[in-house]
């Protein structure tokens, strides 16, 4: 104790060093691919709304029951009237086209909106993870996410008309060339419309404002689409051309093209197979790049 009068003196400071078992890892390390696809899968059971509330994962699920649904109705209609071509595949894709945007819209704006809203990019980018790679695995969980709902539904409904034939081997064998078209067109959708939506939420961090642009553009874009090739019906061929304009007649031309079916001139009957699927990946090509310069590292 200090004595009476004296100023009185600060307690020494000191600092007590914990030795609570940490261990440097020796395990395998996987390299830079495991870390790219370890955010992917991250990626998409955030956007699924895996370790979410229930309310988080309604849309996910009402959207993959509505692209199954009318697989199992065509399915149990043939299996009842099997002369009856309830639905051809480019029908299909048609068809299932608004469910697909729909879905974009909802689980896009989730790969990428949250990071920057939260300020988890910083965190990110500390590891050795690089922008390309946060950029390549998104891009990655989106084209993933979207194949299950342009894809595995086709997938099924070719399997299902195979299996009710009376030889399923060998239709399966003698339909090769439908299934390999599937995946073709399911490939090109899915790349198509995700990178679309990964754009758009590339340049907003609240979820809201992405999904109502998503949306807006898909309908401005089919307007746009319509009032074009009306207004250019008595100008060969552009009247054809500014349907590429439209995403929905876009991928129902790549469809019909794929599988041989003729369609009107309105509907791009003239444009050929190769120049719809250039245009398509231009679009995936420009979205991507944009996507990666607006997470490019700045000086």
Do not use: N
């Not at 955030?46 to 509330?53: C, D, T, Y």
């Not at 051809?88 to 990071?115: H, K, M, N, Q």
């Not at 979820?207 to 100008?235: H, N, P, Q, W, Y």
């Not at 439209?246 to 050929?272: H, I, N």
Request: glycine fraction near 10%.
């Amino acid at each position: 104790m200090s004595a009476p009068g004296a100023a009185p003196t600060a307690e020494p400071r000191f600092g007590e060093v914990y030795d609570r078992g940490y261990r440097h890892y020796e395990g395998p390390r996987h390299g830079q691919a495991s870390s790219v696809w370890a955010l992917a899968r991250y990626s998409m059971a955030r956007a699924l709304g895996f370790k979410k509330s229930w309310t988080a994962k309604i849309i996910p699920i009402l959207l993959y029951v509505g692209a199954i649904l009318p697989v199992v109705v065509v399915v149990g209609v043939t299996a009842f009237f099997p002369a009856a071509d309830v639905m051809s595949y480019p029908e299909y894709f048609s068809t299932i086209f608004l469910l697909e945007g729909i879905f974009v819209a909802a689980i896009a704006p989730e790969l990428l909106c949250p990071d920057r809203r939260e300020g988890v990019l910083p965190l990110y980018f500390s590891r050795p993870i690089t922008r390309l790679d946060y950029v390549i695995a998104k891009m990655l969980a989106a084209a993933i996410l979207t194949l299950t709902i342009s894809l595995l539904p086709a997938v099924i409904l070719w399997l299902g008309k195979q299996l009710l034939t009376g030889q399923p081997l060998a239709a399966m064998r003698d339909h090769l060339g439908d299934l390999g078209r599937i995946g073709a067109a399911g490939v090109l959708i899915a790349f198509y419309i995700g990178a679309v939506g990964l754009l758009v939420s590339s340049f907003t961090e609240r979820k809201g404002v992405a999904v109502g642009i998503i949306v807006l553009g898909f309908l401005l874009t089919e307007s746009l689409s319509g009032a074009l090739s009306v207004a250019l019906a008595d100008r060969p061929p552009w009247d054809q051309w500014v349907i590429l304009l439209s995403p929905s007649r876009t991928v129902f031309r790549m469809a019909t093209a794929l599988w041989g079916v003729e369609v009107s001139g309105r509907m791009g009957g003239g444009l050929p197979l190769g120049a719809v699927i250039g245009v398509m990946a231009a679009v995936v090509a420009v979205c991507c790049g944009i996507v990666a310069w607006r997470y490019a590292a700045r000086d």
